[in-house]
Structures are given as structure tokens and as C-alpha cells.
């Protein structure tokens, strides 16, 4: 069975400053990993995947992840945090085949002005 | 990127009543489709799994007479919450892949829908 969890419920840093929202992942094969952001009564917005190749994928409005198989963790990041990512973001991992996502509980991200 | 697009965004009705939900996949034919219920503050839990022509496959522990799913054609799933009571009100958002492209495809959500039973 695919599981992925986000330790976190909620993570808060400065305007400016480095973000990191942590996930890790559980899965039997290759891992399909993915980042979704959502916003207030909102559906979810695609950020990035893993799928293969380098280890460090870039993504929708200066995200990053990294994945690491040792840590079977794959951590979302961002260099320099804006109040405007303040919003829920979740981790989450699909089977191969046209399967449906499982998702982590959530991190909500609230970056200060 | 691919749109799904969900209506209505938000719904308000009587107990007792039903409310149908429409997830529209716009630009690409989606042969399943996903039904997801968030409460709040929670994650998103996958309650069943809609086959275009055929039965949906509903999750443990959802009612599949109480949530039917019709996905009558290529680009149209609908959920429909049959006799609501306020424990329906969710949060209920549906998704759907570009068939073809297997695991390497991101899913695209709707908007969602807010259904409140009062």
C-alpha cells in the first residue's frame, strides 16, 4: 500500500526566509511522487513530480523538491518565501496505472510579513 | 495544463434533499475520474472511483446508494448526495488524469464544491 506522511500541521517562517514543508513516503516500487497547493474553498493546484531521473525537481512558482531514496522523504522547498504561499500544501504518491492519488494529512504554510 | 472544471462551487440545501455535482474534464476525455471528500482542516480521502460506461467503484465505508456516480460520457462524471443530512457537509472536489500517459501524469482537480445540508 502507497502512504506518504507530513509530520508537520503547520509550518511558519518570515517573509524571505528559506521554506521547507517536510513529507515522507511509503510505497512498494518506484514512487510517484507529487506536490498540490490549495487555497481557501479551493480545488488543488499541481506544483511538481517525481517520476524519475534527477533528484531534484523544479516546479510551479519557484518550488523545489527533493527526493531521497534513502530517507524516502521528498521535502518541499523554497528558496526565499513569499506572503502570498501562505495557503495548505499536501504530499502525495499514485500507484502506476491511471490510479487515484493518496495524499498526506496537509501543512499549513503561513509565511509573516 | 489540463482543466477540470467542478459546479456548482458552492450548494446550500435542505435536509433530505439530493444535490447533483458535475466534474467536466474541457480540453481532454477522461475515462475515470476521481471523487474526493475533505473536511475541514483534513486531508482529502478518496470515496470513489468513476469508470466512464461502467460502475463506479466506491471506497470502504461509502455508501454507494446514499453518493451515486453517473459518468454518462467521455468528459462528464456526476456525483449526486441522494437525502442529504448535515454529516454530508464536505467539501467535495473530483479530479482526472490524461489518459494515456499512466503514472507519469499529475491529476487535475476541479474547483471543488462546498455542500452545505442545513
Known amino acids: 500500500a502507497q502512504s506518504v506522511a507530513q509530520p508537520e500541521d503547520q509550518v511558519n517562517v518570515a517573509e524571505g526566509n528559506p521554506l521547507t514543508v517536510k513529507c515522507t513516503y511509503s510505497v512498494s516500487g518506484n514512487p510517484y511522487l507529487f506536490w498540490y497547493v490549495q487555497y481557501p474553498n479551493r480545488g488543488l493546484q499541481f506544483l511538481l513530480k517525481?517520476?524519475?531521473?534527477?533528484?531534484l525537481v523544479k516546479g510551479s512558482y519557484g518550488f523545489e523538491a527533493e527526493f531521497n531514496k534513502s530517507q524516502t522523504s521528498f521535502h518541499l522547498k523554497k528558496p526565499s518565501a513569499l506572503v502570498s504561499d501562505s495557503a495548505l500544501y499536501f504530499c502525495?504518491?499514485?500507484?502506476?496505472?491511471?490510479?487515484?492519488?493518496?495524499f498526506g494529512k496537509g501543512t499549513r504554510l503561513s509565511v509573516i510579513a | 495544463g489540463a482543466v477540470v472544471s467542478q459546479h456548482p462551487s458552492r450548494v446550500i440545501c435542505k435536509s433530505g434533499t439530493s444535490v447533483k455535482i458535475e466534474c467536466r474534464s474541457l480540453d481532454f476525455q477522461a475515462t475515470t475520474m476521481f471523487w474526493y471528500r475533505q473536511f475541514p482542516k483534513q486531508s482529502l480521502m478518496l470515496m470513489a472511483t468513476?469508470?466512464?460506461?461502467?460502475?463506479?467503484?466506491?471506497e470502504q465505508g461509502v455508501e454507494k446508494d446514499k453518493f451515486l456516480i453517473n459518468h454518462a460520457s467521455l468528459t462528464l462524471s456526476t456525483l449526486t448526495v441522494t437525502s442529504a443530512h448535515p454529516e454530508d457537509s464536505s467539501f467535495y472536489i473530483c479530479s482526472a488524469s490524461i489518459p494515456g500517459q499512466g503514472t507519469n501524469t499529475e491529476a487535475f482537480f476541479g474547483q471543488g464544491t462546498r455542500l452545505t445540508v442545513v
Open positions: 517525481y517520476i524519475t531521473g534527477d533528484n
Open positions: 468513476s469508470n466512464e460506461g461502467s460502475k463506479a467503484t466506491y
Open positions: 502525495a504518491v499514485r500507484a502506476p496505472g491511471n490510479t487515484p492519488l493518496v
